[in-house]
C-alpha cells in the first residue's frame, strides 16, 4: 500500500468518526418547550397516586359553585398523566423503563373502582413499548379517573382517608424503587381521618381534622408558637424517605379558622422533614388551568 493510499485511508476514518459523533450528538439532544434536552440524562419515573375518597369528594356537603372538588382532582391527574405521556415521548425506546399507578387507603370496597386503578396502572418498558401504549395512557388517564370519582360519590360510603397507615405500612413497598425518579402523588384536603386509625403520643397524632384543630387551639395568632412549644404535629410514619418526592394537591381548608390553611401546611411539611422526603410541594384546590403548569414543571423540570 502506497504512502498516498495511506493517507486517503486516514482521511477517510477521521471524517466517518466526525460523522459518527455529529450524529450521536444529534440522536441524544431533543427539545421540550422549546429548550434543549439530553435524552441521556433522562431518568426513569415511577409515579403513584393516592387518592383520598373520603366525604371531601362529595358535592353535596361540599360544594364549590366555580368548579367542583372531585372535577378538579381528575384534571389534576390528567395533568401529571400528559406530563408522564411527554416525557416518555422524549425518551428513546431502548431507555424506557417507566411506570405509573394509582393507590387508595383504605382500599374501595366497590369492585369496579378496584378495576379501573387496575386499567390505569402501566409498565412501559423497552419490550412493549410503542406509540400505540402512549396513547392509550394518555386515553385512558383522561377519561378513566373521573368513573372512580362517580362511583365513589354515587356509593355514598365515605371511609374517611387513612393517609397516615398507607405511609406506615406500603408507601416503600408500593412507592419506592431503586433506579428510578420515585414521585408519590396525593390527592387531598389536607384532613386525615380513619376510625381504625386514631393514635395520640402525647400532642402528636395520626389524624388532623378541623375538629381537631380547634380543641388543640391552633386557631389563634400564636398557632405556630404552640406548634413548635407544645410539638404538635402527625406521628413519624415512616423513616429515610430520600428516595421519594411528593406533590400534594387539593388543600382545602375550613374556611372558619383564619390560620387553617396555616396549620395544615406546617403539619404536613414538618412531617415530610422529619420523614426526610427528598423533596415535597404541597398546594391549595386552586383550578386546573391554574395548577397544570405547576403540576408539569414539578415533574419535569426537577
Known amino acids: 500500500m502506497t504512502r498516498d493510499t495511506n493517507k486517503i485511508l486516514l482521511i477517510v476514518l477521521l471524517f466517518l468518526g466526525i460523522t459518527s459523533c455529529i450524529d450521536d450528538s444529534k440522536e441524544n439532544k431533543s427539545t421540550l418547550n422549546g429548550a434543549s434536552i439530553n435524552t441521556n440524562d433522562v431518568q426513569n419515573l415511577n409515579i403513584s397516586f393516592l387518592l383520598d375518597l373520603s366525604d371531601r369528594i362529595d358535592p353535596e356537603k361540599y360544594p364549590n359553585p366555580s368548579m367542583e372538588y372531585f372535577l378538579r382532582d381528575v384534571e389534576y391527574i390528567k395533568s401529571v398523566s400528559e406530563a408522564f405521556y411527554t416525557h416518555l415521548k422524549r425518551k428513546k425506546v431502548r431507555q424506557m423503563n417507566d411506570k405509573i399507578q394509582m393507590y387508595f387507603d ?7 373502582i378496584n378495576s379501573i386503578s387496575e386499567d390505569l396502572r402501566f409498565n412501559v418498558s423497552r419490550q412493549n413499548a410503542s406509540l400505540e401504549l ?8 383522561a377519561e378513566k379517573p373521573i368513573k372512580i370519582y362517580e362511583l365513589a360519590i354515587k356509593d355514598d360510603k365515605y371511609v374517611g382517608s387513612d393517609t397516615w397507615r398507607f405511609f406506615k405500612t406500603k408507601v416503600n413497598d408500593f412507592c419506592i424503587e431503586d433506579g428510578y425518579r420515585n414521585i408519590l402523588v396525593i390527592l387531598s384536603d389536607g384532613y386525615i381521618y380513619h376510625k381504625d386509625t386514631k393514635i395520640r403520643q402525647d400532642n402528636q397524632t395520626t389524624y388532623l381534622t378541623p375538629q381537631d384543630i ?3 387551639k391552633l386557631d389563634t395568632n400564636n398557632w405556630d408558637e404552640k406548634m413548635s412549644t407544645e410539638n404538635y404535629g402527625f406521628i413519624p410514619a415512616a423513616e429515610n424517605l430520600d428516595n421519594l418526592e411528593i406533590l400534594v394537591l387539593g388543600i382545602n381548608p375550613d374556611t372558619k379558622n383564619d390560620f387553617e390553611e396555616d396549620v395544615i401546611m406546617s403539619y404536613w411539611s414538618n412531617w415530610f422533614n422529619e420523614m ?12 386546573p388551568s391554574d395548577m397544570d ?10
Open 106 to 112: 383504605p382500599e374501595p370496597r366497590n369492585q369496579n
Open 134 to 141: 402512549l396513547d392509550e395512557i394518555k386515553e385512558f388517564y
Open 214 to 216: 380547634r380543641a388543640f
Open 276 to 287: 426526610k422526603v427528598k423533596r415535597y410541594e404541597i398546594k391549595t384546590a386552586g383550578l
Open 293 to 302: 403548569k405547576i403540576i408539569k414543571d414539578f415533574i419535569l423540570n426537577k
